[in-house]
Each structure stands twice: as structure tokens, then as C-alpha cells.
């Protein structure tokens, strides 16, 4: 049974930071990726790497800010997000796709995790 479980998510304020974490079982998967979605905003991708490493893709919004890195030996995903803005609210999403193209497209992913929510207070 594949299964990704997202963590670290919260409550902080504008200026700080957090790491979320996804831990995958059930497969070996090639891209993994964060995405978000804001109350009455549609799903939009915040960073993908691919299982290499290599180089990561990054949403404008959060380049110089965010980092994706990835632990094959555990197949685990992480996302740091530094210097938080209140606009980066959002249940942030972790998804991995079988294939190896790095794609910011949601329909091109085969499996997501359940969520975490992000809240950033001004």
C-alpha cells in the first residue's frame, strides 16, 4: 500500500520558519514534489526535485526562501521554508509521481499525502 504522510506544519509568524516533512512507503518513486492551495485558490506547485537531487524547481514565489531536499535511504522529502510571509498560507501537499520528468503539473503525479497545514500570522 503506497502511503506519503506529510508533517510539520503549524502555526508561526511572518519572518519565521518550518520544515515540513513526507515520508513515503509502498514504493520507489522518481519526481517528489510540494504543492499548496489557499482557501479559494487552485492547487499550485511550490518546488519538485527529482530522485537524483539535481536541480530543483521552484515557484517564483518562494525561490530564495524555500528549500527541497530529499533522503532516498529513508524516501523521505523535506521542504524548509524560511523568512514566512503570510501569503504562503496554505495546506501544503507532498505528491511523487513514478516517472523521472520534474513536472509542475498536479495531473502528472500518481500519489498524494494528506496535507499539513501551514499558517502564518502577520
Known amino acids: 500500500q503506497v502511503q506519503l504522510v506529510e508533517s510539520g506544519g503549524g502555526l508561526v509568524q511572518a519572518g519565521g520558519s518550518l520544515r515540513l516533512s513526507c515520508a513515503a512507503s509502498?514504493?520507489?518513486?522518481?519526481?517528489m514534489s510540494w504543492f499548496r492551495q489557499a482557501p479559494g485558490k487552485e492547487r499550485e506547485i511550490v518546488a519538485a526535485i527529482g530522485r537524483s537531487g539535481g536541480t530543483p524547481y521552484y515557484a517564483d514565489s518562494v525561490k530564495g526562501r524555500f528549500i527541497i531536499s530529499r533522503d532516498n535511504a529513508r524516501n523521505t522529502l523535506y521542504l524548509e521554508m524560511n523568512s514566512l510571509k503570510p501569503g504562503d498560507t496554505a495546506v501544503y501537499y507532498c505528491?511523487?509521481?513514478?516517472?523521472?520528468?520534474?513536472?509542475?503539473?498536479?495531473?502528472?503525479?500518481?500519489?498524494w499525502g494528506q496535507g499539513t497545514q501551514v499558517t502564518v500570522s502577520s
Open positions: 505528491a511523487a509521481r513514478l516517472g523521472s520528468l520534474v513536472t509542475s503539473n498536479p495531473s502528472q503525479y500518481n500519489y
Open positions: 509502498g514504493l520507489s518513486t522518481q519526481t
